[in-house]
């Protein structure tokens, strides 16, 4: 189907940078699969992964997840690819040469690159998090050989409005806890004191944040007055689940953005510490789709000028460029864990940096 505004120019322009996009994915993550085989293969013998598992839970997920990774560095190189191939070819020449202005050209790309940052979006949203469960459970098991944490001590969260949860000992492995108190705060003063020698989750249960407390022993203080209860047994509706005591490696990957935005807000309004790793995450999958259009913007810009050394000058500097856009990806997001920069500043920081770029060579691009 033929969109009306699109001339054949723009259908060519598309064609050539999503065909050319595509191509250096599977050319450049085929290439990656070889050598991490090659370097992993020992470890997979000695720990003795089944081959099923290595192609099925570890591989099938690695290509998506590491295309959607490195989406940038392959949206220059495509870009700079086929754009410096016309310039040699003197069709940007022809193009302005029959009315078509700069600003003109720039469409198709564009909307190449609203392709790219929607797919991006998607898979970094919802697709990715799902794959990455199965990667990373891969790479502890067979790869790494670390084990995620199964129990906690002496863990302490707030559950709702003036409701401070205690446990001091959490078994990941039965979702038992040992030693739990619930205290229940009105004005800053303590009305409710809960204390139970054990907490086990109901895992079975289709109610969420089930409980089941034994040993239960209520002291309710109304002023002078204090009412004590006592029960053997007794299920109860607490806001917390065995996630929250136990922090897994990675674990922001694995979050879907609605299960990541729910987590944020939830550990916040527990007064949890530095949620910024997780924070960090969820604004970044916002801005690096948008990284397409300023990436091809400046990709375009370089190399729609022909060049007496061909493509190899242009394919440099895009490459220069993109690995320092993913080295400054690294680093803000390090300074908001480490040095308490802004989330929301580490996540759009790269893209507010590079825009100034895009519009400086946008200028000095010839017309």
Same mark, same amino acid.
């Given at each position: 189907?033929?969109?009306?505004?699109?001339?054949?120019?723009?259908?060519?322009?598309?064609?050539?940078?999503?065909?050319?996009?595509?191509?250096?994915?599977?050319?450049?993550?085929?290439?990656?699969?070889?050598?991490?085989?090659?370097?992993?293969?020992?470890?997979?013998?000695?720990?003795?992964?089944?081959?099923?598992?290595?192609?099925?839970?570890?591989?099938?997920?690695?290509?998506?997840?590491?295309?959607?990774?490195?989406?940038?560095?392959?949206?220059?190189?495509?870009?700079?690819?086929?754009?410096?191939?016309?310039?040699?070819?003197?069709?940007?020449?022809?193009?302005?040469?029959?009315?078509?202005?700069?600003?003109?050209?720039?469409?198709?790309?564009?909307?190449?690159?609203?392709?790219?940052?929607?797919?991006?979006?998607?898979?970094?949203?919802?697709?990715?998090? =799902?794959? !990455?469960?199965?990667?990373?459970a891969f790479e502890?098991? *067979?790869? %790494? #050989?670390?084990?995620? +944490?199964?129990? @906690?001590?002496?863990?302490?969260?707030?559950?709702?409005?003036?409701?401070?949860?205690?446990?001091?000992?959490f078994d990941g492995?039965?979702?038992?806890?040992?030693?739990?108190?619930?205290?229940?705060?009105?004005?800053?003063?303590?009305?409710?004191?809960?204390?139970?020698?054990?907490?086990?989750?109901?895992?079975?249960?289709?109610?969420?944040?089930?409980?089941?407390?034994?040993?239960?022993?209520?002291?309710?203080?109304?002023?002078?007055?204090?009412?004590?209860?006592?029960?053997?047994?007794?299920?109860?509706?607490?806001?917390?689940?065995?996630?929250?005591?136990?922090?897994?490696?990675?674990?922001?990957?694995?979050?879907?953005?609605?299960?990541?935005?729910?987590?944020?807000?939830?550990?916040?309004? =527990?007064? !949890?510490?530095?949620?910024?790793?997780?924070?960090?995450? *969820?604004? %970044? #999958?916002?801005?690096? +789709?948008?990284? @397409?259009?300023?990436?091809?913007?400046?990709?375009?810009?370089?190399?729609?000028?022909?060049?007496?050394?061909?493509?190899?000058?242009?394919?440099?500097?895009?490459?220069?460029?993109?690995?320092?856009?993913?080295?400054?990806?690294?680093?803000?997001?390090?300074?908001?864990?480490?040095?308490?920069?802004?989330?929301?500043?580490?996540?759009?920081?790269?893209?507010?940096?590079?825009?100034?770029?895009?519009?400086?060579?946008?200028?000095?691009?010839?017309?």
């Amino acid at each position: 189907m033929k969109i009306p505004f699109l001339k054949r120019i723009d259908r060519y322009i598309i064609a050539k940078f999503l065909g050319t996009y595509f191509f250096s994915i599977v050319l450049i993550i085929s290439i990656g699969v070889v050598f991490d085989f090659n370097e992993n293969v020992d470890r997979f013998t000695e720990s003795h992964a089944p081959w099923r598992a290595i192609v099925m839970q570890y591989y099938l997920n690695f290509i998506p997840y590491y295309a959607n990774l490195f989406s940038a560095l392959f949206v220059f190189i495509s870009v700079i690819f086929f754009t410096t191939k016309l310039a040699d070819g003197s069709e940007f020449i022809a193009m302005i040469s029959a009315g078509i202005s700069y600003r003109r050209l720039l469409l198709p790309y564009m909307i190449s690159s609203a392709v790219i940052a929607a797919l991006t979006f998607y898979l970094g949203a919802e697709v990715i998090p =799902r794959s !990455s469960v199965k990667r990373l459970a891969f790479e502890n098991t *067979y790869k %790494k #050989r670390k084990k995620n +944490p199964t129990y @906690a001590e002496k863990v302490q969260l707030q559950v709702d409005t003036g409701v401070i949860a205690y446990m001091e000992h959490f078994d990941g492995i039965v979702k038992t806890g040992r030693h739990f108190s619930l205290d229940k705060f009105e004005n800053k003063k303590l009305v409710s004191h809960l204390s139970a020698t054990s907490a086990v989750y109901d895992t079975l249960s289709d109610v969420r944040y089930q409980w089941h407390l034994n040993d239960v022993t209520i002291r309710e203080l109304r002023g002078l007055r204090e009412k004590i209860t006592h029960y053997d047994r007794l299920d109860s509706i607490i806001r917390m689940e065995p996630q929250d005591f136990l922090f897994i490696r990675d674990q922001q990957e694995t979050m879907t953005n609605a299960e990541l935005r729910e987590y944020i807000d939830k550990q916040r309004n =527990r007064g !949890s510490g530095n949620l910024s790793i997780f924070e960090v995450e *969820y604004y %970044k #999958r916002y801005a690096s +789709p948008l990284a @397409a259009f300023i990436l091809s913007s400046i990709g375009m810009s370089l190399s729609s000028r022909k060049r007496k050394g061909g493509m190899g000058f242009s394919l440099g500097i895009g490459i220069a460029l993109s690995a320092t856009y993913i080295l400054l990806q690294g680093l803000s997001a390090a300074f908001s864990t480490n040095a308490g920069m802004h989330p929301a500043l580490a996540a759009w920081m790269p893209n507010i940096l590079y825009t100034f770029v895009a519009i400086y060579l946008y200028h000095k691009a010839p017309k």
